[in-house]
């Protein structure tokens, strides 16, 4: 089981929040409550009620590793679709700012009241990791309730989960990464996600940052549908628990002096270092030991990715766009300009 405590940097000038609570419940996720024992006894609540899981529409079978051949193929053509895409919304943005200041372009925009103008304003107050979180949590919001509706149920289980008997199987590992059953579940995985999105945007970028995102929750499902099928396992994974280990991968590999904190007990610092280390040990002894209450496979997978994009893709993949820009550029240009 995952370390289920919630850090903080000790660093003022990086207020992240670290936590290590598995994201990826097996097929029943009340059994995320009955694992949080001292979760209940902080808050003094009792157990949660949540609607009883579709376990009609799941599809079980013997998964030969041949099948595996197509879900790799999409990870790498998704993989490169997606980084660039990035590169394309990263030069499209350069381009707007650029003429606006050349043309000295100011907007003519109506004075807004009453509510929208303070969505306006707290809008304007976010930073770039928060701009780009709120959007993610919101998607993940809008997966969460349309999984309380019974006439969507069966759709949700065929392409919002991800399992290698699944007729679907490749859009699947994307769409599952904004997939939650449990609101525990959904809550655990956007606070983690909230307290390092500032500080991965600003080391990243907002493109590179949400290519870094969607490809580590991809790359996590394969990985995570790859030890299944080996251990010949018949279950579902759903959540962002994947793609948000990529960052975090990224982030403590990028900032390995950074010190964290049990939030509750500050006392105890430890760097990043040896905090992602301790979660990648008890995660690989997950899989050793076939622990299926969590995802340990995807947990490894997505970390992993995000530790090989600091040390390798950022600087031999990412700092290399410069054909990918210059290809978009020549076809930006209009016909017979120089």
Known sequence: MAIRSFLYSGDTLCKCIFTTA????????????????????????????????????????????????????????????TFVAAAIWEYEHIREKTYRMINHYKQLRIHKTGWRHEMEIWWKNLNEGE??????????????????????????????????????????MLLSSFSHYSFLHL????????SFSSLAVTALGKEQFVALYLTSGVVSNFVSNLYKVALGVQSLSLG????????????????????????????????ASTGIKAVMGLDILGCLL?????????????????????????????????????????????????
């Open 22 to 81: 598995q994201l990826k419940p097996k097929l029943h996720t009340l059994e995320i409550y009955k694992q949080t024992r001292n979760f209940r006894k902080f808050t003094g609540k009792t157990k949660v009620s949540e609607p009883s899981f579709p376990n009609d529409y799941i599809e079980k079978g013997p998964v030969h590793f041949s099948r595996m051949w197509k879900p790799f193929a999409f990870t790498i053509m998704f993989s490169g679709a």
């Open 131 to 172: 701009k780009i979180f709120v959007p993610i949590c919101f998607l993940n919001v809008i997966v969460f309730v349309a999984w309380r509706f019974p006439i969507s149920q069966r759709i949700m289980v065929q392409y919002f989960c991800t399992t290698p008997a699944a007729r679907a199987i490749c859009w699947p």
């Open 187 to 194: 809550a655990t995985n956007m606070y983690v996600l909230h």
């Open 240 to 271: 962002a628990s994947g793609a948000v280990m990529g960052i975090l991968g990224f982030v403590c590999t990028q900032f390995p002096d950074t010190y964290l904190a049990i939030i509750f007990l500050p006392m105890y610092k430890f760097t």
């Open 290 to 338: 076939r622990w299926q209450y969590f995802d340990h496979a995807a947990h490894l997978g997505g970390v992993l990715f995000g530790m090989f994009w600091q040390a390798w893709g950022n600087s031999n993949i990412w700092q290399n766009r410069i054909s990918v820009l210059t290809f978009w550029h020549d076809l930006r240009k209009p016909p017979g300009s120089h």
